[in-house]
């Protein structure tokens, strides 16, 4: 398309006229990262520090925050840009222009196994090998990729997607506009075993799990239900893959878990809730709202609302990145220790 149909596209998504220049006949024919765009492509540089890309790139269209220096360097480049407050949002919003993931028509796969008493909702994709037991409730519009599985109760709702080979367990809850990546698990057993003289006891999780409207579950995750009650993640909140929310945790809205972050039983994370990867909560714990955790970061007691953490025990940050300054000098430091206990032996 040409740039000045994207400048206008890009300002109805947002509701607001965005500041251009140039360029207006340019045909903008995909996206691409700055380093490898070529031309007919549009790209994004968020801030003055990337300010040698503006001279190297090869693209046609870049996405420029309000800086005057980095808009000039593309005029002098001959490139039309595009003014934002938040570069990377304009361009995944352009994204969205040039790439629609895929979705397989309304249908019903001739193997599909689906219960006659299964609740299915209009224009609903229903891939190859999927089983849908009894009593479970879809919505309209939803997508099912092949050899997905629904136990029985469970609830979709409008325009999710599951992907292929995951599994939702007995009596989940799942929002409207919800996706859930391939292999992931929602509403499987929490971990609930007691000890006795003979053994461990099976606790039988008869809970469910409920995920909000607007909820993302990245591949190969689970989320357990509990023995009893709801383990509930909070609406828009988004998870990376092989994230492991355990039973009875409540997840507040708009909260981010990268990758391989794991909850143990009965925490609670307040809203708006970023956990760096690798990250874990121990059990029972309340993480404020605003919190943010850096990768690997070892949460052992309660967070208040708005601190950042890292480091295992999780510390406050500023202080972990004076113990991370000390802790390269531990070597040097044992020895002016070693000669200080040499030489008081000596006296």
């Not at 980095?70 to 990377?88: H, N, S, V």
């Not at 929002?175 to 698990?185: E, F, L, W």
Request: charged share 20%; aromatic share 6%.
């Amino acid at each position: 398309m040409k740039f000045s149909e994207l400048v206008e596209k890009l300002s109805v998504a947002n509701q607001a006229a965005l500041t251009s220049h140039s360029g207006s006949e340019v045909e903008i024919s995909g996206v691409a990262a700055v380093d490898n765009a070529t031309s007919g492509t549009l790209s994004y540089i968020e801030g003055g520090k990337f300010a040698s890309q503006v001279k190297t790139t090869g693209a046609s269209a870049l996405i420029l925050p309000k800086d005057e220096t980095l808009q000039k360097q593309a005029i002098d480049r001959g490139i039309a840009w595009i003014e934002a407050a938040d570069p990377r949002l304009i361009f995944a919003q352009a994204i969205a222009l040039f790439y629609q993931p895929f979705k397989p028509a309304p249908d019903h796969h001739p193997t599909a196994v689906i219960d006659p008493t299964a609740k299915i909702g209009s224009a609903v994709a229903i891939g190859a090998h999927v089983v849908i037991q009894a009593g479970v409730t879809i919505g309209d519009h939803v997508c099912i990729h092949p050899n997905v599985v629904i136990y029985p109760g469970a609830q979709i709702g409008d325009r999710t997607v599951l992907h292929a080979n995951c599994v939702i367990h007995e009596h989940s809850r799942i929002g409207s506009d919800c996706v859930i990546h391939a292999g992931a698990v929602i509403g499987s057993e929490g971990f609930g075993f007691v000890p006795t003289r003979d053994g461990w006891f099976k606790m039988e999780q008869s809970g469910y799990t409920v995920l909000e409207d607007g909820v993302e579950v990245g591949c190969n995750s689970a989320i357990d239900r509990p023995a009893v009650g709801e383990t509930r993640v909070g609406r828009n909140t988004k998870l990376d893959n092989m994230v492991h929310i355990a039973h009875g945790c409540q997840i507040g809205e708009g909260c981010a878990f990268a990758a391989q972050v794991g909850l143990a039983g009965g925490v609670t994370i307040g809203k708006r809730v970023f956990l760096g990867g690798q990250s874990g909560v121990s059990n029972n714990l309340v993480v404020g709202d605003g919190v943010k955790a850096g990768a690997k970061a070892g949460i052992v007691t309660h967070i208040k609302p708005r601190k950042t953490v890292s480091g295992h025990p999780a510390v406050d940050h500023a202080l972990f990145l004076k113990v991370a300054a000390i802790y390269k000098r531990l070597p040097e430091m044992y020895q002016v220790l070693r000669r200080s206990r040499r030489e008081e032996t000596e006296e």
